[in-house]
């Protein structure tokens, strides 16, 4: 029976780094951030922290906490029928109750964590949508206050420290899809 892993983590984790893993290893992906994008493009609007964040939280307005994994539930179950399944940015308290509710068992939820001056670093050095320590901060908490970003990282089956290189990273990851794998 195919599988799901849901990567939690905050701004500059790592969490896209692991979904290249998964993806190497044959996993489908589901980008929940792609949602916002979607959105903002359709808009016309310039992909920044300051519209984003604003898309994100209006769409949580509109369809309540657990927007993204509502909106996204279909697309994950299409691709659950074909292959294991990577979630790549499960945000909320709310989503992550959802889609419990719809896997059951065939969830695993992987926290990535990092010191938050190593994610501040690495978030400002991004090509594509960098950040100051100022604008990480106001993302960190807005994430927590306004979209319940806490709840899934503090229940998450397992926690994987990424403060270390790439390749540590990687390795790990492999042990993880190794276990979870087997578990199928």
């Known amino acids: 029976m195919n599988q799901v892993v849901a990567l939690v983590g905050m701004c500059g984790s790592g969490k896209s780094v692991c979904c290249e893993v998964f993806q190497k290893r044959g996993w489908e992906q589901v980008y929940f951030g792609g949602v916002t994008m979607t959105e903002l493009e359709k808009r016309g609007l310039e992909r920044n922290e300051a519209n984003e964040r604003a898309v994100r939280e209006e769409l949580r307005r ?34 992550y109750k959802v889609l419990k509710e719809e896997l059951g068992d065939r969830l695993t939820v992987a926290a990535i964590v990092a010191d938050r001056p190593v994610r501040y670093e690495r978030i400002s050095k991004r090509p594509v949508r960098a950040l100051t320590p100022d604008q990480a901060l106001s993302r960190d908490v807005a994430e927590i206050e306004n979209m319940e970003k806490g709840g899934p990282i503090a229940m998450a089956d397992r926690f994987i420290l990424n403060n270390g290189t790439a390749q540590e990273l990687t390795d790990k990851i492999h042990a993880l899809i190794d276990g979870v794998e087997k578990q199928a």
């Open 62 to 95: 509109t369809y309540g906490p657990a927007a993204f994994a509502i909106l996204l539930k279909d697309v994950i179950r299409e691709k659950l029928e074909k292959a294991n399944v990577c979630l790549d940015g499960l945000y909320s308290w709310s989503e």
